[in-house]
């Protein structure tokens, strides 16, 4: 027997826990947390933002700004910037305990304690019909702490530790090992 949830089930489970930053017309680092975005092409990721966000007031005025992971190390962190706003707490980032750096490429902020950024640049903010707003970005840098990388100088997700959301029992879980290699699994049960 299946139950069927409607509109009111959670679709795409779990989620990323993305992090991301900007700076305000002051230059004070914020950082948010987004469960609803992800990378929606090659090059661009896509964010799904409610309008009353610091972190939206900052994209349209700079233009720019940073995605990081949240880690088993930063749960608390990275919750934190989920449930107090930049628009109630001005200059909230120094409460979180995470300390800013400028990214490489984008007038946006790094954070010492997240391993792995991008850098993005605004491509569009689209008002959607739902009241939200969708925000792509192009990611024009990725950015790693040395000691997250493999062996062959690529991101090794294991020295990560990334947590993702599931909005099913509102928890944070730890990402798993790896099960398989993609693109190569399926050929195991492949007739054609
Ligand atoms: C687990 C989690 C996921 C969230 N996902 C989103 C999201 O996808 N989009 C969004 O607009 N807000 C999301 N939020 C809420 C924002 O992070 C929150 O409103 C935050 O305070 C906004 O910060 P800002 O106003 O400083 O930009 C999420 C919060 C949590 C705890």
Redesign the pocket.
Known sequence: MRKNFGKKGMFTAP?P??L?G?YDKDGVA????????GQCSEHHVA????H???????MRLKGEFTVMFATQETMVQ??Y????????VHD?VPNSGLTPMKAEMVDAPAFEELPVTLECRVASIREEPTG??RVTGEVVNLSAEESVLNDKGRVDFDKVHLIC?DESTLT?RAVGQVVGNAFVAGNKIRKG
């Open positions: 989620l826990v993305l991301v900007t914020n950082l948010m947390n987004v469960a609803w975005g964010l799904n933002l409610g009353e966000r610091q972190t939206l007031e900052n990275a919750d910037v989920g449930i107090v706003s930049g628009l109630k909230k939200e707003v959301f944070y």
